[in-house]
C-alpha cells in the first residue's frame, strides 16, 4: 500500500489543487518533525545500545549482528553478513567473540556438512532480554495510548521506513 499522494510529490512546495496553501507549509513542518524524531530515536536507541553492550562486554557492532541472529536465525554467516552489511571477514572476528561469550553457537547444516548456521543461545539471551527489559516496558506503555488502527497505521508507517532505510543503504553502498 502507498501513502504517496499528490501532497507528498517531489518538491512539495505548491499546494495541491484540494489543498490550502497553509497546509503545504503544515504539511513540511510536520514532516520534518517525523524526520527529525527519527533521528533523535536513533541516537536514543544507540546510547541504549552502547549501555546495553557495555554491560554484557560486547562491542556496539557484535550486539548488531547478535540482534539479526536471535531474531531471523538460524542464520548462514553468508546470510548474516549480507543483512548486517558486512565483510564475510569483518563477520569472522564477531562471531569469534560471540561463540566465546557464549552468546551464539556455530553448527553443521545436518544436509551440508560443509555449511555453518549460527543459532543464538537461549541462556544468554534471557540476559539481553533483562537489559532491555525498561525499554520494553516503557514501549508497552506507549502503545498502551493508542488505538489498534492507530498501532497499524504506526506499525506500516514504521515498515515502509525501515524499507526506505534499506533502500538508501543499498544505494549508497552500490553508488
Not at 99 to 124: F, H, N, S
Amino acid at each position: 500500500m502507498s501513502h504517496v499522494t499528490s501532497r507528498s510529490r517531489a518538491g512539495g512546495d505548491e499546494p495541491a489543487d484540494d489543498e490550502p496553501a497553509g497546509e503545504g507549509r503544515t504539511r513540511r513542518r510536520l514532516t520534518a518533525q517525523v524526520k527529525d524524531s527519527l533521528r533523535d530515536l536513533r541516537n536514543q536507541l544507540a546510547m541504549l545500545n552502547r549501555q546495553v553492550s557495555g554491560k554484557v562486554e560486547l562491542k556496539e557492532i557484535d550486539l548488531d549482528c547478535l540482534d539479526l541472529i536471535s531474531r531471523n536465525g538460524p542464520l548462514t554467516p553468508s546470510t548474516l553478513a549480507r543483512r548486517a552489511g558486512l565483510h564475510p571477514a569483518t563477520l569472522t572476528g564477531i562471531l569469534d567473540r560471540l561463540e566465546k561469550a557464549g552468546w551464539i553457537a556455530r553448527e553443521r547444516d545436518p544436509v551440508d556438512r560443509r555449511a555453518v548456521t549460527l543459532r543464538a543461545l537461549p541462556d544468554r539471551g534471557r540476559e539481553m532480554f533483562r537489559l532491555f527489559s525498561g525499554m520494553n516496558s516503557a514501549m508497552d506503555d506507549v502503545c498502551a495510548g493508542y488505538s489498534e488502527a492507530e498501532l497499524k497505521l504506526i506499525a506500516d508507517f514504521l515498515a515502509q521506513a525501515n524499507d526506505a532505510g534499506d533502500t538508501a543503504t543499498r544505494d549508497l553502498a552500490a553508488s
